[in-house]
């Protein structure tokens, strides 16, 4: 006779089961090397970040960490090979912002960038600067708008492809200040700073990181930081906001690492765990990422899936700003 006593005794029982089962799923990974896919191509701060951590978590986690480069398609194609990966913990997506802003600048995308993914940690972000070419007579923010108004049509300004960082924080300055502004985008951010050296393009609104030797040997001009706050690497050049001035205008580009939707919490966590204290490296972040423009965050998942969710909405109110449609 099944009575209540003998029904909680199998219920406990199968719970120890399923309990066990998970330990015996998560508690010996990783058993094998571990891909850290990402998702832009090589030589840009996402590559880097990728192949710095991969270099401290093999140590850390006891097997191999590689680094596969999987660009394409403004990293969608990267993105989409991950979330179709098994969700063990043995491919991880290592990404920029452009994970949620590309929802709004392609008609039909393979993936969904919050269900598909399960969030480990926003690793940092890039300060992004408007800098001109020599050729560009501006020496700063306020300039530079009142010469784009009175040439309409005549400045260009490169990106790493439609609905990327560069691209957007330009479309935002021209939605707010009705400058008359052309895109030049090119196949990765690699293109932008010999185009820009070469006088194929007037100006970009870029990673500080491929910039900065070239303003500090004067050949190319910064005249404002795109973000809500000054960077120590460039101390005298104000925001955008302030310099124009163009209160409101912000924008901030980041990187975060997250695995296959599903992924058990128990690799979630330990992930977690291990990439934060790398990040937040004193010595990595003075030798490393600081002379890059690279700012370290490290937080919980919780925190990249609500940094996720704000962006996406963020990013399609500026899509709709300024009038593009997906692609």
């Known amino acids: 006779m099944f009575t209540r006593r003998s029904f909680i ?4 029982a199968a719970l120890v089961f399923s309990t066990g089962a998970a330990w015996a799923q998560t508690g010996s990974w990783p058993t094998r090397p571990v891909r850290i896919v990402a998702n832009l191509p090589p030589g840009g701060s996402n590559d880097l970040l990728a192949r710095l951590l991969a270099e401290r978590l093999q140590p850390a986690l006891g097997q191999p960490v590689i680094v596969e480069n999987k660009p394409g398609a403004s990293g969608n194609i990267g993105a989409d090979y991950v979330a179709k990966q098994p969700a063990d913990g043995y491919t991880l997506l290592l990404t920029p912002s452009s994970l949620v ?3 709004h600048f392609f008609a039909k995308l393979p993936f969904d960038p919050i269900k598909d993914f399960e969030p480990i940690s926003l690793l940092s972000t890039v300060t992004f600067v408007l800098t001109v070419n020599a050729g560009v007579p501006a020496e700063s923010m306020k300039e530079f708008v009142a010469h784009a108004r009175a040439n309409p049509g005549k400045l260009t300004y490169g990106s790493a492809g439609i609905g990327q960082p ?4 330009a479309e935002l300055l021209k939605s707010m200040t009705g400058i008359d ?3 030049v985008p ?3 951010a690699g293109g932008i700073v010999p185009a820009l050296l ?4 007037s100006f970009t609104i870029g990673a500080i990181n491929s910039l900065l030797p070239h303003i500090r040997t004067g050949k190319l001009r910064a005249l404002g930081v795109a973000g809500g706050t000054r960077t120590p690497l460039l101390p005298d050049v104000p925001t955008i ?3 124009v001035p163009l209160p409101g205008y912000e924008l901030t580009s980041w990187a975060g690492v ?3 939707a599903h992924t058990p919490r128990a690799i979630v966590d330990r992930l977690s765990t291990e990439v934060n204290q790398i990040i937040r490296d004193p010595q990595m972040v003075k030798e490393k990422l600081t002379p890059l423009g690279i700012q370290a965050v490290g937080t919980s998942p919780e925190r990249l899936m609500e940094v996720m969710k704000a962006d996406l909405a963020l990013y399609a109110k500026l899509a709709k700003d300024a009038n593009v449609k997906p692609e």
């Open 101 to 103: 802003i590309n929802p």
């Open 241 to 243: 906001a302030e310099g």
């Open 181 to 183: 502004i052309v895109h």
């Open 258 to 260: 997250l695995a296959p």
């Open 9 to 12: 005794s199998s219920a406990l």
């Open 186 to 188: 090119y196949k990765g």
């Open 166 to 169: 560069h691209h957007l924080a």
């Open 198 to 201: 070469g006088g194929e393009i």
